[in-house]
C-alpha cells in the first residue's frame, strides 16, 4: 500500500529557511517519481519541484528555482524538499505525491496530507 507523509510545516519569518520531508512506504523511490506541490489559499494547486524516478532528474517551478532544493534518500524512502529564502508568497500547503509516472508525464495518483507551510512577519 503506498503511504506518504509529510512534515516539517510551520510558521517562519520571511527570509528564513524550511526542509520538509516526505516518507514513502509501500514502493522504492526507484520506482516512483516524487513532486512535492503546493496550494496556496483561494489559488490553484501547482508544482513546486519533482525528483524522477529513474536518473533522479529535478525540475523546478519557475517561483522557486533557486531557492529550493528537492533532494531524496533511497535508503531511508525519503524525500526532502530544502526551502530556502521564503517569501510570504511560498505561504501554502505542500503536499508530497507520488507516481510511476515521469515528472511531466500527467496526474499523480497518490498523495499525502499536506503540511503548512506559512512566511509571515
Known amino acids: 500500500q503506498v503511504q506518504l507523509v509529510e512534515s516539517g510545516g510551520g510558521l517562519v519569518q520571511p527570509g528564513a529557511s524550511l526542509r520538509l520531508s516526505c516518507a514513502a512506504s509501500?514502493?522504492?523511490?526507484?520506482?516512483?517519481?516524487i513532486a512535492w506541490f503546493r496550494q496556496a489559499p483561494g489559488k490553484e494547486r501547482e508544482v513546486a519541484s519533482c525528483?524522477?524516478?529513474?536518473?533522479?532528474?529535478?525540475y523546478y517551478a519557475d517561483s522557486v528555482e533557486g531557492r529550493f532544493t528537492i533532494s531524496r534518500d533511497k535508503a531511508k524512502n525519503m524525500v526532502y524538499l530544502q526551502m530556502d529564502n521564503l517569501k510570504p508568497e511560498d505561504t501554502a500547503v505542500y503536499y508530497c505525491?507520488?507516481?510511476?509516472?515521469?515528472?511531466?508525464?500527467?496526474?499523480?495518483?497518490?498523495w499525502g496530507q499536506g503540511t503548512q507551510v506559512t512566511v509571515s512577519s
Open positions: 509501500g514502493f522504492t523511490l526507484d520506482s516512483y517519481t
Open positions: 525528483i524522477s524516478k529513474n536518473d533522479g532528474k529535478t
Open positions: 505525491a507520488a507516481d510511476p509516472i515521469p515528472c511531466h508525464g500527467g496526474l499523480f495518483d497518490y
